[in-house]
């Protein structure tokens, strides 16, 4: 089960409606599974169909990381009408196994959603997420 603190939550939502209408997207680190940092990254792709973090911006949060003796818990985008579950460019793109793939729909605007999944070797597999309250 992938924990999220309700004030993550709120700014991975408020990030990924921002980028509207293109795909958001952004990183979790932390420590033993606690979440102590949300990277707010730029989606070089500017595209409702596709995310990619700029390669010297993800070098320089990978560094952060290394740095504070994090790790990368979670890497986060939005599907602006699509379902929650990972499309076949995002399996392609998959090169983090240790990481957990949220993914925020907006097929219904008012409403989003948000899955999680670990994604190894092209193998998809859920991970619950829980909102913490």
Known sequence: MFCL?????????????????????????GKDGRILKHYRARNSEQSPVLYSID?????????????????????YH??????????ATD???A?????????????????PIIRGFRIQDDV???EEVDVET
């Open 55 to 75: 390669a010297k911006d993800l070098l320089g949060y990978m560094r952060d990381m290394d740095a504070q003796g994090w790790d990368l818990l979670a890497i």
């Open 95 to 111: 090169f983090y196994p240790d990481a957990v793939y949220l993914i925020i729909s907006f097929q219904e605007p008012q409403r």
């Open 5 to 29: 603190p309700p004030e993550y939550y709120n700014e991975m939502i408020a990030h990924v409606r921002a980028e509207a209408p293109n795909e958001g997207c952004g990183l979790l680190a």
């Open 124 to 126: 998809i597999t859920e």
């Open 91 to 93: 399996v392609k793109l």
């Open 78 to 87: 939005s599907h602006t009408h699509s379902q929650a579950y990972p499309s």
